[in-house]
């Protein structure tokens, strides 16, 4: 087989037939070399992931290369963006390696895909997923929010991503913002006690952050309307909600 590869680097019969004797052998960086090779020579996009996949996890369980195997990764999804197994073991590398920003990066590209072939609900929650992960892991507050505008872009009433676009703008101190995603999650509705602390949140952002004792009244009169009797603070701090009014 190395005779035939050496007469003709692309003959793809011959870097398979390597590829199964260096695998037999347990020679893993020889077998990895041929799946790269494999890839790199042969026409079908999806056999052109799957060797790729092959190949970076001989990298990460046989040669302790998790950089290779990263690349490897990377380049069966260029291959096929929505490759399933290629996706998981990315993200279970950079999971393990802690690359919130690495990671973030990844879930933005498969929300990109899956966009590209119109499954919006999809993508809208990859977007999302994307900035769930970027302010704890990787400090990054703006693109968080980024990510949220872009889900709320194709799909305005994801109410996850309105609910979190309301939590970072808030913790911005951006009140104005996250007043405006309130809002707009209350109007879609869901479950009435989630329903009623959303009323509470908005009603204190209105009253006791932006002022606006016109607009606090209707979103705490909503709360008190549901029954809620109390109001939870972040800092654990619970109060009447009958007295956030005064």
Not at 147 to 158: E, F, N, Q, V, Y
Not at 216 to 237: H, I, K, M, Y
């Amino acid at each position: 087989y190395r005779r035939a590869i050496t007469i003709e680097p692309k003959l793809l019969p011959a870097i398979q037939g390597a590829r199964r004797v260096a695998l037999r052998q347990q020679l893993f960086a020889d077998a990895r070399q041929y799946f790269q090779a494999e890839a790199e020579t042969t026409r079908d996009q999806r056999s052109v992931a799957e060797c790729f996949v092959n190949a970076g996890k001989l990298a990460a369980e046989k040669l302790n290369d998790l950089d290779g195997a990263a690349a490897d990764f990377r380049q069966a999804l260029d291959a096929d963006s929505l490759h399933e197994e290629a996706s998981k073991c990315l993200e279970e590398l950079l999971t393990k390696r802690s690359s919130g920003g690495d990671l973030a990066d990844l879930r933005t590209r498969r929300a990109e895909a899956k966009l590209a072939k119109k499954e919006i609900a999809a993508a809208a929650d990859d977007f999302v997923g994307a900035a769930r992960i970027l302010p704890a892991e990787a400090n990054d507050r703006e693109k968080a929010i980024a990510r949220l505008d872009r889900a709320l872009s194709i799909l305005p009433t994801h109410g996850p991503a309105l609910e979190l676009k309301a939590q970072l703008s808030y913790d911005a101190k951006d009140y104005a913002s996250a007043a405006a995603a309130y809002g707009l999650r209350v109007q879609q509705g869901g479950d009435a006690k989630e329903i009623s602390a959303l009323h509470l949140r908005l009603g204190e952002l209105y009253h006791d952050q932006l002022s606006d004792l016109t607009r606090a009244p209707a979103p705490l009169q909503s709360t008190l309307a549901a029954g809620s009797a109390f109001f939870f603070e972040d800092a654990g701090e619970v109060r009447p909600a009958h007295l956030i009014t005064a």
